[in-house]
T-cell receptor
Framework: NAGVTQTPKFRILKIGQSMTLQCTQDMNHNYMYWYRQDPGMGLKLIYYSVGAGITDKGEVPNGYNVSRSTTEDFPLRLELAAPSQTSVYFC?????????????FGAGTRLSVL | QKEVEQDPGPLSVPEGAIVSLNCTYSNSAFQYFMWYRQYSRKGPELLMYTYSSGNKEDGRFTAQVDKSSKYISLFIRDSQPSDSATYLCAKDGQRKKNYGGSQGNLIFGKGTKLSVKP
């Protein structure tokens, strides 16, 4: 049972570099989400998607981009990485309907921007 | 006022103690409340899920919602060292109607770090 899979687990970037955080789920969930978690803080929503081809901004979208070409995949793109993007990134998914609030999380990607 | 407030702790208790974790929220418009458990360097996992007010029990865990006081609680009975983790409360957030329904946006508290000592 793979669930939500995120790659890579760790990454160090230099300021100004770009990278894509990968997320895939095998539960056929419509909804997918990207969060960031900073030390001592809760999870902040970056972007979300309600299905293939449909994405929207969350609370902290600046500096990030997403795409959703398939139900399974929801990559997060960082352009021109900045130290403020040092964080742990979590991808999550949830089914449609009343269960949409039950979100399943991946193991996270720890990103450092130096 | 933040929409979900949670005391970050840390909270340290002896094995076997009853643990009480609490959150308050400010927006009464929505009615789904969740507790997630997050072990160190892992992703959050759903622990309990309640709708509206009242209690829900699952083994040693009880989730309680008091809508009159806007209080969310998680009780852990007979706490074990394996319960040592950060506990995040969450509630459903503001909905958008762009796609004919809500997007399942959750608002999280900052998490309470619990340590159960053997």
């Amino acid at each position: 049972n793979a669930g939500v899979t995120q790659t890579p687990k760790f990454r160090i970037l230099k300021i100004g570099q770009s990278m894509t955080l990968q997320c895939t789920q095998d539960m056929n969930h419509n909804y997918m989400y990207w969060y960031r978690q900073d030390p001592g803080m809760g999870l902040k929503l970056i972007y979300y998607s309600v299905g293939a081809g449909i994405t929207d901004k969350g609370e902290v979208p600046n500096g990030y981009n997403v795409s959703r070409s398939t139900t399974e995949d929801f990559p997060l793109r960082l352009e021109l990485a900045a130290p403020s993007q040092t964080s742990v990134y979590f991808c999550a998914s949830s089914p449609p309907g009343v269960a949409k609030n039950i979100q399943y999380f991946g193991a996270g990607t720890r990103l450092s921007v130096l | 006022q933040k929409e979900v407030e949670q005391d970050p702790g840390p909270l340290s208790v002896p094995e076997g103690a009853i643990v009480s974790l609490n959150c308050t929220y400010s927006n009464s418009a929505f009615q789904y409340f969740m507790w997630y458990r997050q072990y160190s360097r892992k992703g959050p996992e759903l622990l309990m899920y309640t709708y509206s007010s009242g209690n829900k029990e699952d083994g040693r865990f009880t989730a309680q919602v008091d809508k009159s006081s806007k209080y969310i609680s998680l009780f852990i009975r007979d706490s074990q060292p394996s319960d040592s983790a950060t506990y995040l409360c969450a509630k459903d957030g503001q909905r958008k109607k762009n796609y004919g329904g809500s997007q399942g946006n959750l608002i999280f508290g900052k998490g309470t770090k619990l340590s159960v000592k053997p």
